[in-house]
Each structure stands twice: as structure tokens, then as C-alpha cells.
């Protein structure tokens, strides 16, 4: 049993309107993993109090409740107050006290911060340490901060705070908490429901459809269960973007989101709210001041622009899927309606994307373009820091487009942020992931449609609005991708087609010796570059490869740089800005960089191999021209390039047997039905494999992919476990001597 401590601090006394702060008993309790109380701290006035166990502190908060007017703390209607009734006798005192919950106030009064500083979605800050008082004395200042926001609303008559004294008398039945909210809410007119709700929605008319206004102030005056709701909406109507409504407000007020969709998700076509919010033309001026109009090609089946057509079915929530060649403005199709859900609604939009360079490149011209701080990515190149703030921004409604490699969907903390929003849609960037590259490059691609059918499953919520682009897919390539969508999704994709093609690009292929090409590359780049605007970009096959001509050109008076895997992130992020910013034209890179470039000047892409597939081939030549000006994209070939393509192809390859032996090592490995392993930890213990294989844990995830395809086995989110440890032994010198 632990000892007890009771300590003494003076505080100020503070008067808020009709309540002396230090009347008002602040309690906080910590438990344990078996839900028992284990701590309990209080604070009247000048008086703090820390408990441990339960029993010992009976007495004590006897003798301050009978001291206090007012019981009060975060959460102390669901979360303090039951634990509390359980484990002390039932006339104690303290149950006869108004009790004043912090919780439930505070995103009525801070709509535009919802999470105070000192509290966090139902608990207050973790610190290093559990401090019941320290917690107390915060719910103390939340609670003034709150008074003093409804007394500078009773002094300016705000027309919906008659709304909210209904909604929090009908939300307190029971006497005590009645008592409370009514001396809280003294000087605000009592009205009737139906003229409460009408005053509250009239305030806030220019944030909403006019239409839906009317009709939600019918249908919310006859029914109380509803108000407690309508007050959270009427308040946070106005707020800025950037602003969501709670977690905890929207579980445990479901009518809140359902008020919003009403108010703000039906476009009446009429009012001003309506014309400015649903339309794609307003949406993409708001957003991206620099675009004045959507493209007006490629042409939809209708004559009508195919961006807009696109632009519009994702602003009304539907789910697309929509080819355009490179550089044919996709990723406004999905920026814009994200955007918009974004205004709307506070709803986060997910955008699954493959390369780690890629998200960079959309992040960072978004912030540009935008002049916003609403996008954020997470990958694998986050450091610890960088990934906690990141998904910080996350849980506090900063960022309303969120870019994740799909590898992360199975990541704990990614999966835990998610779960705090509202998820207004899914998006897959270069799609055709899910269907080629997703059973052998990428399968954690084959993965997302569950997790999100499992994230809306959790959240209790129907599957959100998913939408698919990419340049480069075949017919059987879409028709597998919907298929999957549809089986696991239940959802049908609105398709448009732009095709692929790329008019202002010259495809041009030259048979050239692999002893020959560097030189013939430095021929290209005087003929075509030499004394004129614009940049390169020349994928070869390797590292090695790439280093070797970077140095070539270099000496050749060229600037010019390798981009290959094998860089520190931070020499890459150095090298790619720099052929961004102008001050490389030429980029010699691996596959690694295809996907990865958004610089509209490049006017020559080179090849010095084939690439493994046309789809790889159309995604990197799609790098030049994306000013929609003229571009040579040369593609140098012998004949035994195709030897080598088919080998590599060979090569990774699975067989049968190289999906049984996983097959094994999984099995043998499982306890309870369930096995923890690695890739690396697959491929060393697999017959088939060797470690020495560069292409060896691929394939073991390869196989994975496939055994899930086959409902053999199913990969869940990936289960990390941190053990702390320090050496038995101090030196090297000791260990030797052991």
C-alpha cells in the first residue's frame, strides 16, 4: 500500500459570473489496467488533496464536498463520478453536490480548438507520471476559461446560447445536473425549442445551405434527443477550416454528423453556400488561386471538360475511377474535392500513394500552390519526431489530406490517428498498384481495401467514397482493380476514361550498344539541351551505373546528378530539390525516381535499358512535358535487352514450391493460429530462399500477398514490441573476462 500525501497551495480566488471558482470541488481519479481506482486527486481553493488507496480517501473528500457548491472536473459524467458511486458508500457527500463536466463544455465554447491545451479527446495530457492534482487544477482552469466565454456570450446575447440551455437541461434530467446548468445559464432566455432553434440556425445561415437550414430547425424543435447535437453543430458552423468536431462528440452525439451532412453535404444548387461549396470552378479558385478554370482536355463523353465531370463526382461524394495520361492534371481531380469535404465537414481524405518522393513532391507543392498547412504525408522517411507531429496534426484536425505509402496502413500509431476523424474518402493514386504492382512489387496495395473496410467497421460508419486514378492501366487492369473494390468494398466506380496518350510527346527508340550508350547520351544532351531551357532525366538500370555517367557528364561541363536507393534520405531530399529548383539539369537515376518527379520543364527522358513493363515505361517517360510543350522521350534498345528482361523476369518469379515453403515457416511458427515473423526472418528460414537473393524478401512478401489472395492466411497490422534492457556487463574488457 502506498502512502498518503495531502499538500496545501494558495490559489487565487476567481469569480466568474455567477460561480466562485473556489466553491467548486475539482476531482480526478487514475486507474488502473483492471479499471480500479488506484489514485484520487482534489482541489477546493487553497485545498489539494491526493489519495491512495480508495477508502483512505473517503474522508477527506467528505470533507471538502461539504465545503463545496459545485463537484466539477473532465469527463466527470462517464468517467470519474460511476467509478466513483461503485467504490465509496452511496449518501456520501460528494453525490450530493451540481456537478459541472469541463468535457462537455468545452467544444461548445472552443469550437475552433476542441481539444484545449491541456486536454486530449476524453483524457487529459499524459505526463510522465500520473498527477490527479495537476489534472484537477487543469480542469479548474478549462472551467474558468469556459466561464468566461459564456459570460462574454450572456453580455452579447448570442442567439444560440437559448438553444444550448435546452439542449444541457435536456441532457441532465436528473436534478443535480439540472441545478448546475441552470445557474451557469442564468440570464439566458428560456424559449421554446422550435424558436431556439430557429434564433441558433438564423445565426449561423451564410455557413450552411438555406434550404437545409429550414428544414432542420422543423424537424430538431420537437425532439430533445436531438438538441445537445444541434448546439455542438450551431457552434461550430463558423469556425475556420481546420476546425473538426471532436471524436468523442460525434460517438457519443451521433445526430452531429448526420445535422452536418444535412446542412452542408446536399447541394440545393440555389443558395450562395451551395454555388460557392459544391462547385468544382469555386472549389479549385478557393484552393489554388493560381488555376483559373479546370482543363478543358481531355473532353468527356459529353463535350464537357473530363477534369471538371471528375472534379464534380468527387465534390459529390461519389467513387471514380479515372484514367488520364501523365501530366494530364489528376491530381487536382482528387485535390479538389478533398479540399472541399475538408471545408465542408472537417473530414480527412486518405490519399494511398507508392513512392515515399512522390507524397513529398505533392506536399510540398500543395503548401505552394495552396498557401495552406492542410496536407501532410507519412512514410517510412519521417523520423520519430517528424511522424508524431504528423499524426498529432492528424488527430487535431490540421490536415484534411493526408498522403500514406500503403505499407503504413498496417502501422499501429498510423492506424490509431485515422480513428480519431471522420474519413471523407480514400484515394489511390496510381492505382494500377493494386492490380500489377500489388501481388508483386507493392502487395501491402492488395491489403488497403480491407483496412479501410475495417476502419469503417470500427468507426461504426458506412465504407467512405473511394476513388482510383492512374496514366497507365489496360482494360483487364481496371476490370480486376474494380472487382476488388466491389468484393471487399461493396462499391461500384463511376469510370472515366482520358486515355493515354500524350500528344506533345516525341517517342523516339534508337538501337544502340550497351558499350555505346553513355557516349550517345552525351551526344543527345549537346544536340538537344546544350544553351537551352529545360532538363533531363536519364534512368539507368543501376547504382553503379548512375554514379558512373553522373561523373561522366559532370566532367563533361554538365550539371548533373546520380538519384538511386541507395542515398541517405538526406543527400536524395538534397539532390531532388536541386533538380527541382533548376540548379541540376540533369538527373541520372534509377526506377526509384520515376513516380517521384513533378518538374514541368523536363524536356528529354532517356532510357539507357527497357524498362521490366509498358506500364513502368509510360509512368517514367510521363516525367517530360508536363508543361504540355513539346518533348523527346528516347528509349535506346539491342537485342539483348530483351534477353535481360525476361531473365530478371525469370528470376522473380514465384513458383509454387517458393509459395509453399512460406507456407511452412508461417505454420510452423504460429501459436494460437496466430505468427509474428519478418520478411528478413522468412527468407532465412524458407528453403527456397537465401539471404544472398537481392530479390528474396520481395518474393517472400510476394508470397504472402498470394496466400492472403487465397484465403489461406491473413496478414493483420503489424505488432511491434519495444523491450527495455541494459548489458549485464559494463566494458568489452568485462565481457572478455566472463
Known sequence: MSSSTETTKVLACDVVGPINLDTVLFVDIELDGQERITEIGAVLGDREVIRDPVFDAAPALAELARAARFVAGHNIHAHDLPRLRAALVSDHPLFRLPAIDTLLWSPLAFP??????????????????????????????????????????????????????????????????????????????????????????????????????????????????????????????????????????RKEFPHVSDLIRRLRETDCGRCGFCQEMHSPTAQLQRWFPGLPSLRAEPRHTDGTSLQEAIVRAGIADRSVFATLATGGGKSICFQVPAFARFARRGALTVIVSPLQSLMKDQVESLERSTDTPHAAAVSGALNLVERRKTLERVRDGEIGLLYVSPEQLRNPGVRKALETREIGGWVFDEAHCIAEWGHDFRPDFWYAPRFIKELADLQGVPVPPVSAFTATAQPEVVTQIERRLHDTLGITLLRFDGGTERTNLTYAFERVPVGAREARVVEILDQRLRGHPGAAVIFSPTKKGCEALAADLTKAGWAAAPYHAGLERVPRREVQERFLAGSLQVIVATSA???????????????????????????????????????????????????????????????????????????????????????????????????????????????????ERAAILSRDANSPRVFSGRPRLRTLADARKA
Not at 490527479?132 to 487543469?138: I, M, N, Q, S
Not at 531473365?647 to 504460429?670: M, T
Open 593 to 707: 525516381f520515376g513516380m517521384g518527379v513533378d518538374k514541368p520543364d523536363v524536356r528529354l527522358v532517356i532510357h539507357l535499358v527497357m524498362p521490366g513493363s509498358l506500364e513502368s515505361y509510360l509512368q517514367q517517360a510521363g516525367r517530360a512535358g508536363r508543361d504540355r510543350l513539346p518533348a523527346v522521350c528516347l528509349l535506346m534498345h539491342d537485342d539483348p535487352d530483351l534477353e535481360r528482361v525476361l531473365a530478371g523476369d525469370a528470376r522473380s518469379r514465384l513458383r509454387q514450391a517458393d509459395i509453399a515453403d512460406i507456407l511452412r515457416v508461417v505454420r510452423s511458427h504460429a501459436r494460437e493460429d496466430k505468427a509474428q515473423l519478418t520478411a528478413g526472418e522468412l527468407v532465412r528460414m524458407a528453403e527456397g530462399y537465401t539471404e544472398a537473393d537481392p530479390n528474396g524478401q520481395t518474393r517472400a512478401v510476394m508470397a504472402l500477398a498470394w496466400l
Open 112 to 249: 475552433k480548438r476542441p481539444y484545449h491545451r491541456l486536454v486530449k479527446d476524453r483524457e487529459l495530457v499524459s505526463r510522465e507520471g500520473n498527477d490527479p492534482v495537476a489534472d484537477a487544477r487543469a480542469s479548474r482552469e478549462l472551467l474558468g476559461e469556459e466561464l468566461a466565454w459564456l459570460e462574454t456570450r450572456r453580455r452579447q446575447v448570442d442567439p444560440r446560447l437559448p438553444l444550448i440551455r435546452a439542449a444541457l437541461i435536456a441532457h441532465h434530467a436528473d436534478a443535480p445536473w439540472r441545478g448546475a446548468t441552470e445557474l451557469l445559464l442564468d440570464g439566458v432566455p428560456e424559449l421554446a425549442p422550435r424558436h431556439a432553434a430557429r434564433a441558433a440556425l438564423d445565426e449561423v445561415s451564410t455557413y450552411a445551405c438555406g434550404m437545409a437550414l429550414q428544414a432542420v430547425a422543423a424537424t430538431i424543435a420537437d425532439d430533445p434527443t436531438s438538441w445537445m447535437a444541434a448546439a455542438y453543430v450551431v457552434m461550430w458552423l463558423d469556425t475556420p477550416t481546420g476546425s473538426v468536431v471532436p471524436r468523442w462528440v
